[in-house]
C-alpha cells in the first residue's frame, strides 16, 4: 500500500475506472491512502470528522482538482457529453467543508478499523471522544456519481491515539481507600487531642 503524507504525496499516478452502476448510483475505483498529520477529532458519531491543518487542507485541495481534471479529461469515454474542467468542479463535491474559522473532513468508519494507542495496544472505538488527538489513515477507494453530482468516498482504515490521559473528574471522590484501614475518630479523640495542643507553649 503507498502512503501519501502531507510533506510527500505523489498525484501522478492517480486514475478513474470508468463508472459502474452499483444500485441507484455510478461507482469509479480509485486507491488513495493518506497518514494525517496530527488532527482533533470534532465529531464522533457512526461517522468520524476530524478538524484539518493547512497542510492537510493543501493536500485535500490537491486531490479534489486532480479528480476533476480526470472527469474532465474521462468525460467523454464516461458521458455522454464532453465537460470541462469548470463543469466538471461545478458537479463535484469537495472532501472537506470550509467555514472562516476552521475546515472539518467527514470519514466513514471501516467495519475492521484498528485503533492504537501510544504503546501500539488496540483500543475500542468507544475510548475515543470529541477533542481527542489522533493520527489517521484514511483511504479514497471510490468516486461516488449521484444523478446530480459526484464526491470522494473516504473512510478511515487506522487511527493512533496521540492523547491517551485520562480526563479527570476533579469533584468527584477519586482516592482508592484502603480497606485494611479501619482508624476511626472518636469525639474522645478530638477531645485529647484538644487537651494536648493546649499543653504546648510557644517561646518568646
Known amino acids: 500500500m503507498d502512503i501519501n503524507t502531507?510533506?510527500?504525496?505523489?498525484?501522478?499516478?492517480l486514475s478513474l475506472e470508468k463508472p459502474?452502476?452499483?444500485?441507484?448510483?455510478?461507482?469509479?475505483?480509485?486507491?488513495?491512502?493518506?497518514?494525517?498529520?496530527?488532527?482533533?477529532?470534532?465529531?464522533?458519531?457512526?461517522?468520524?470528522?476530524?478538524?484539518?491543518n493547512e497542510k492537510m487542507e493543501k493536500l485535500l485541495n490537491d486531490f479534489d482538482n486532480k479528480i476533476i481534471d480526470l472527469i474532465s479529461k474521462n468525460s467523454s469515454d464516461f458521458?455522454?457529453?464532453?465537460?470541462?474542467?469548470?463543469?466538471?468542479?461545478?458537479?463535484?463535491?469537495?472532501?472537506?467543508?470550509?467555514?472562516?474559522?476552521?475546515?472539518?473532513?467527514?470519514?466513514?468508519?471501516?467495519?475492521?478499523?484498528?485503533?492504537?494507542?501510544?504503546?501500539k495496544e488496540q483500543l475500542e472505538l468507544d475510548t475515543l471522544s470529541n477533542g481527542t488527538t489522533i493520527i489517521c489513515l484514511?483511504?479514497?477507494?471510490?468516486?461516488?456519481?449521484?444523478?446530480?453530482?459526484?464526491?470522494?468516498?473516504?473512510?478511515?482504515?487506522?487511527?493512533?491515539?496521540?492523547?491517551?490521559?485520562?480526563?479527570?473528574e476533579k469533584n468527584k471522590y477519586l482516592f482508592v481507600d484502603d480497606e485494611n484501614d479501619n482508624y476511626e475518630n472518636t469525639d474522645l479523640d478530638e477531645i485529647n487531642e484538644i487537651d494536648e495542643i493546649k499543653k504546648i507553649k510557644l517561646k518568646n
Open 138 to 168: 484514511i483511504k479514497c477507494k471510490k468516486i461516488i456519481f449521484y444523478k446530480s453530482h459526484c464526491e470522494p468516498h473516504w473512510e478511515v482504515i487506522q487511527i493512533k491515539v496521540k492523547e491517551d490521559d485520562l480526563k479527570i
Open 6 to 13: 502531507c510533506e510527500k504525496y505523489n498525484l501522478n499516478n
Open 20 to 52: 459502474k452502476k452499483l444500485e441507484d448510483v455510478y461507482v469509479s475505483n480509485i486507491d488513495f491512502t493518506i497518514q494525517t498529520p496530527k488532527l482533533s477529532i470534532y465529531k464522533i458519531t457512526k461517522k468520524l470528522t476530524i478538524t484539518l
Open 79 to 119: 458521458f455522454e457529453d464532453k465537460m470541462s474542467f469548470e463543469d466538471a468542479e461545478d458537479i463535484y463535491k469537495y472532501s472537506f467543508k470550509q467555514s472562516k474559522s476552521e475546515s472539518n473532513m467527514t470519514l466513514s468508519i471501516n467495519k475492521k478499523i484498528n485503533i492504537f494507542n501510544k504503546q
